[in-house]
């Protein structure tokens, strides 16, 4: 049941600085394309004092595609990520992760850093960005700092973020020769949210792995890697079919997902190392056919 807003000071600042300064209190909220914000504020599943609004914020509107990788805006929607054919080309992972979001009007109107910055388990962005070694940046207005997607999230909703600082975009590295990644997400609806998905990205040498990232939603209070297990899979071949089941086995044991109404906890581990094993061979066949381009 919705409700009628409970009152808070209203804030459209110019510059990454004035919208960093705003914060420092801690009591303000970044409105950017407002699908989360929104949605708690009418059920007053949460308080505010100030929202400040991104819309009229300079330079968080970019999408870069350059030699050392993809730079994401704060502002930059989903569908603008998903329509880049270079982002489907050389990440794909990422690309699939956002074209898995069931409703167009969401991608037009959510921000991929916005997803992001909710701190959701079940987010569809941050399997992929932990896989292929993602990194937010955060500034304070005067100085930037650049923290890796496994450092990112503290817990359920909870994020390194300060008051008094902002996340202006996320970097994804540029590709590797011989590079693949893969994305899948078993939901209980079509359009409904993740009982649990997974990312994987590799690079090859010949016919071994030679980077192996893994990671894994709606399986923790945050998303989590299985760096334990993509370290077993260095140095093998790809050829290797127990290597990559046990892998594979070795990422579900790694999860304590909890039984809820979309799904059991022992679904949940099987459903790991299914979807863990079927992401590597994809990406697998990915990489060994020149890879991203």
């Not at 962005?125 to 997607?149: K, Y």
């Not at 990232?213 to 209070?221: C, E, K, L, N, R």
């Not at 061979?281 to 020149?290: D, F, L, P, V």
Request: charged share 20%; hydrophobic share 45%.
């Amino acid at each position: 049941m919705s409700r009628v807003l409970r009152s808070f000071e209203f804030f459209e600042p110019e510059t990454i600085a004035e919208a960093a300064a705003l914060s420092r209190d801690g009591g303000a909220r970044f409105l950017a394309g407002g699908m989360d914000l929104v949605l708690k504020l009418r059920m007053r599943q949460m308080d505010v004092s100030k929202v400040v609004s991104l819309q009229k914020t300079a330079d968080l509107d970019i999408l870069t595609i350059d030699d050392d990788g993809l730079t994401i805006g704060a502002m930059v929607s989903m569908w603008d990520v998903q329509m880049n054919d270079a982002v489907r080309k050389k990440w794909t992972a990422l690309h699939e992760g956002i074209a898995s979001v069931g409703s167009a009007q969401t991608k037009m109107m959510g921000t991929v850093v916005g997803n992001l910055c909710v701190g959701t388990p079940v987010s569809d962005f941050s399997p992929p960005l932990f896989a292929l070694n993602g990194t937010f940046l955060i500034s304070d207005g005067e100085t930037l700092r650049e923290v890796p997607a496994n450092e990112f999230y503290l817990g359920l909703g909870e994020t390194v973020v300060q008051p008094g600082e902002i996340v202006t975009a996320v970097r994804v590295p540029a590709p590797q020769p011989a590079s693949g990644s893969a994305f899948l997400k078993m939901t209980k609806a079509a359009d409904d949210i993740a009982k649990v998905n997974a990312a994987v990205g590799i690079v090859l040498d010949g016919d071994t792995f030679a980077s192996v990232g893994i990671s894994m939603g709606a399986v923790a209070v945050t998303t989590v890697g299985a760096p334990d297990a993509a370290k077993a899979l260095v140095g093998k071949s790809i050829h290797d079919t127990d290597a990559i089941l046990a892998t594979a086995k070795m990422a579900s044991l790694s999860v304590t997902p909890i039984t809820d109404v979309r799904s059991t906890d022992v679904y949940r581990k099987r459903m790991v190392e299914v979807m863990v094993r079927d992401t590597l061979h994809t990406a697998i066949e990915r990489a060994s056919n020149g890879g991203a381009k």
